[in-house]
């Protein structure tokens, strides 16, 4: 099945009004109409509603970063799928690394809240990856595996046709070491023949992206891998230049 390259921004805690205004500018004039790559751009929260105003006729999609499990209700400083989907986000990241790490969310929550995406008909981008002591210890499949189970778990089989997964070794983020292509690749198969082993179609439809210090001197290596369907982008979507040379490696 032929998949629709798909690459992700993740401009994480960066980028205020006069940036994301220059950057757009610059982005939306050397890309023109993005064809057969479909680029997601994914601001903090409070810039949502202002991107999707410059956004209006690119072609260029918006996600969010992050999101709460539940519809409203008294959580302060959250936000919810509902309130998403109203500001016009399509897709929303979930379970990164970062928030894994640094706010402690568990695989259960990471599970909830790719139920609330699929609820309110946000695509989920479940993230997914080893550190570097679990892949010393040869333990990659098993970390992996067990983030899929528990979002399996709570939203079955179905829930990952048309879903996007971003297998990012943590050890890669940030860190300007990039895995190989062929660590990408046995990676992402893994992900994929996991899938298929519970439905061929789920797999088949959904994308597998791959994250970690991705840049503009990588990605078309990273593009030729079978089950490398694109890209979620940190430091180097920040330059509008870099995150479009980028774009490119995966459009072929
Ligand atoms: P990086 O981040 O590209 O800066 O390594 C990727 C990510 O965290 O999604």
């Known amino acids: 099945m032929k998949r629709t390259p798909l690459v992700v921004a993740n401009w994480k805690m960066h980028g205020q009004s006069e940036w994301i205004k220059h950057y757009i500018h610059e982005f939306v004039k050397a890309v023109g109409k993005p064809g057969q790559c479909e680029i997601v751009l994914c601001p903090p929260f409070v810039y949502l509603s202002q991107l999707q105003v410059l956004l209006r006729e690119t072609g260029l999609g918006m996600g969010a970063q992050n999101l709460h499990d539940s519809e409203q209700g008294a959580f302060t400083g959250e936000v919810s799928g509902p309130m998403l989907k109203e ?3 399509s897709y929303v990241v979930v379970g990164h690394s970062e928030r894994r790490r ?26 997914v990856g080893e550190n570097e002591a679990e892949r010393a210890a040869g333990t990659t499949e098993r970390i ?18 048309g ?8 050890w ?9 292509p062929a660590q990408a690749q046995a990676a992402h198969g893994f992900i994929r023949n996991y899938i298929a082993s519970h439905s061929e179609a789920s797999a088949g439809s959904m994308r597998i992206l791959y994250g970690g210090s991705v840049r503009a001197g990588n990605a078309a290596e990273l593009a030729q891998q079978q089950d ?16 479009l040379a980028i774009c490119a490696g995966f459009t072929g």
């Open 163 to 170: 879903a996007v997964i971003a297998y990012e070794p943590v």
């Open 172 to 180: 890669a983020i940030g860190t300007g070491v990039t895995a190989t």
């Open 87 to 89: 500001i016009g986000c």
């Open 144 to 161: 992996v595996q067990r983030q899929l189970d528990a979002v399996l778990h709570v939203c079955g089989i179905d829930a990952f046709a």
């Open 228 to 243: 490398v369907d694109g890209a979620l982008v940190g430091g180097a979507s920040l330059a509008a230049k870099e995150f």
């Open 102 to 127: 640094l706010f402690g969310e568990t695989d259960a929550q990471v599970a909830a809240k790719f139920a609330a995406a699929r609820l309110y008909s946000l695509v989920p981008i479940l993230c």
